[in-house]
């Protein structure tokens, strides 16, 4: 919920039911998808390592407006900084602010949309949100890099989360399903 709203978060709902967790890989308030949620102690401290050392893989499904500059493929390196003017707001900056990089597939295209696989090998704060306005491909239904309008919601989705096998011996992978409008046969 939002800031103020009476309605309990993701995280008291599923405390209630397993007890208490830390909420350690967390989504944009309107992004879909896969969460990390622990149970705390060591495991966090593995975690934290696993993230800084980029041994975790995350992949992101995007639906973004088109024609646009992005390529068949490629990656994004554009440093962030929040928005002097706007508060809610982050973005690219020449100077300063954090390194942040994104590696991105188109998978489809039509003459007002594209289809996009996200890899984000760091995890800045509306990363690829900017990352993609940034490039005229803003996400569709964002409220705050593209227009709002142009979607019924943010077509950012989660869909995978992958935990290196020094953490528990073997690969886990997690995985949040596409919602149908996340793959290209939709607009058919």
Do not use: C
């Amino acid at each position: 919920p939002k800031r103020g709203a009476t309605r309990p978060s993701l995280l008291e709902l599923a405390s209630a039911h397993f007890g208490p967790l830390t909420l350690f890989h967390r989504l944009d308030r309107d992004t879909s998808g896969v969460l990390l949620l622990t149970r705390g102690g060591a495991i966090n401290a593995l975690l934290t390592q696993a993230f800084q050392a980029g041994l975790v893989l995350k992949e992101y499904a995007a639906v973004v407006a088109a024609p646009n500059r992005l390529a068949a493929n490629g990656v994004i390196d554009a440093r962030l900084r929040p928005s002097p003017q706007r508060r809610d707001r982050m973005e690219i900056t020449a100077k300063g602010g954090q390194r942040a990089v994104t590696r991105y597939t188109v998978l489809a295209t039509t003459a007002d949309r594209a289809w996009v696989q996200l890899f984000p090998e760091t995890g800045r704060q509306h990363q690829l949100r900017v990352h993609l306005a940034y490039l005229d491909a803003p996400i569709l239904g964002d409220r705050l890099y593209g227009d709002v309008a142009s979607a019924p919601r943010l077509m950012l989705h989660a869909h995978m989360i992958t935990l290196p096998a020094t953490l528990f011996g073997r690969v886990r992978r997690f995985e949040a399903p596409l919602p149908l409008a996340f793959t290209p046969t939709a607009a058919d």
